[in-house]
């Protein structure tokens, strides 16, 4: 559990060093002004459908720019001849990116609800 508590750390110093964090703070601000400018009903509406398909942006956009970034840094290739087994790869990047998720989620709905 060492090992993976470990790689999950490397993980979400990866998805910080190349930006993941801070794109995804300007996208849940993006979130936040749109919603403001709109009439209350129809954030009413708005936000829990934002709040709803913002893993889908992530699962979109995110997996796919760290799966590219991974294989350009040949980490895919290196993965294999280790013991690190692609279950605990798989749910690292679940979790990992489940974290940038929930605080995108928590921004927006705290900024929301203020």
Do not use: C
Not at 55 to 74: H, Y
Not at 75 to 100: M, W
């Amino acid at each position: 559990m060492k090992k993976n508590g470990s790689s999950l750390l490397h993980d979400i110093k990866f998805q910080f060093r190349h930006g993941f964090y801070i794109a995804y703070l300007v996208a849940s601000i993006v979130y936040v002004a749109i919603l403001r400018l709109l009439p209350l009903e129809p954030r009413n509406f708005i936000l829990p459908i934002i709040l709803f398909t913002d893993p889908a942006v992530l699962g979109f956009f995110f997996i796919s720019g760290i799966f590219f970034l991974e294989r350009d840094q040949n980490i895919l290739e290196n993965l294999f001849v280790t013991p690190y087994s692609i279950k605990n790869y798989i749910l690292n990047k679940v979790i990992s990116l489940g974290l940038i998720t929930y605080l995108s989620s928590v921004y927006t709905g705290f900024i929301w609800w203020q």
